[in-house]
T-cell receptor
Framework: AQSVAQPEDQVNVAEGNPLTVKCTYS??????LFWYVQYPNRGLQFLLK??????LVKGSYGFEAEFNKSQTSFHLKKPSALVSDSALYFC???????????FGTGTKLQVIP | ETGVTQSPTHLIKTRGQQVTLRCSSQ?????VSWYQQALGQGPQFIFQ???????GRGNFPPRFSGLQFPNYSSELNVNALELDDSALYLC???????????????FGPGTRLTVL
């Protein structure tokens, strides 16, 4: 079985401050990890993924995520938040060699002007 | 935009009816996955189609079925609709293999299904 936990339903951050959205996962075998963002009434937009290699992954719109195998975490980060970053963020995991992608319940990011 | 399109955008059905949702995958992609996203929840994996064959399935009953066509577009069919089937249905396309690949899934905008 595989699972994803996003422990915070909502994260509030002031514009210009760094942001972190937390994600921990559970999967047997090698994890493929993903972050997606969803704006109201829209589908999911891909931000970044970790498959193998460097633990720090850089993605779209200035976002990055750090893979930590010992803590089974894949937190999303951005050095300076924008109001336009306000949206719903989903972490997802897939076991290597399998099709099923499991998503977390999402974290609402609110960037305050 | 991802190049993945879905139709219709919105749909209202009554309990017991049947519905067909459609998805056109991004050019060059051969794999389509379908997800159900209930209000306030993350997407739940329904199934995946690779080269016209079902290639993985989540915990959904058989009344959820699908097709993939030679051009890699796909349909999701739901029979005997229940109230709990009300959700946003998302399709995602990717360039995959029979056992999955590292490729990213790109999502369409979704179809909002309401069952009354």
């Amino acid at each position: 079985a595989q699972s994803v936990a996003q422990p915070e339903d909502q994260v509030n951050v002031a514009e210009g401050n760094p942001l972190t959205v937390k994600c921990t996962y559970s999967v047997s075998g090698n994890p493929y990890l993903f972050w997606y963002v969803q704006y109201p009434n829209r589908g999911l937009q891909f931000l970044l993924k970790y498959i193998t290699g460097d633990n720090l992954v850089k993605g779209s719109y200035g976002f990055e995520a750090e893979f930590n195998k010992s803590q089974t975490s894949f937190h999303l980060k951005k050095p300076s938040a924008l109001v336009s970053d306000s949206a719903l963020y989903f972490c997802a995991v897939r076991r290597g060699g399998y099709q099923k992608v499991t998503f977390g319940t999402g974290t609402k990011l609110q960037v305050i002007p | 935009e991802t190049g993945v399109t879905q139709s219709p955008t919105h749909l209202i059905k009554t309990r017991g009816q049947q519905v067909t949702l459609r998805c056109s995958s991004q050019s060059g992609h051969n794999t389509v996955s379908w997800y159900q996203q209930a209000l306030g929840q993350g997407p739940q994996f329904i199934f995946q189609y690779y080269r016209e064959e079902e290639n993985g399935r989540g915990n959904f009953p058989p009344r959820f079925s699908g097709l993939q066509f030679p051009n890699y577009s796909s349909e999701l069919n739901v029979n005997a609709l229940e109230l709990d089937d009300s959700a946003l249905y998302l399709c995602a396309s990717s360039l995959g293999g029979a056992s999955g690949t590292t490729d990213t899934q790109y999502f369409g905008p979704g179809t909002r299904l309401t069952v009354l």
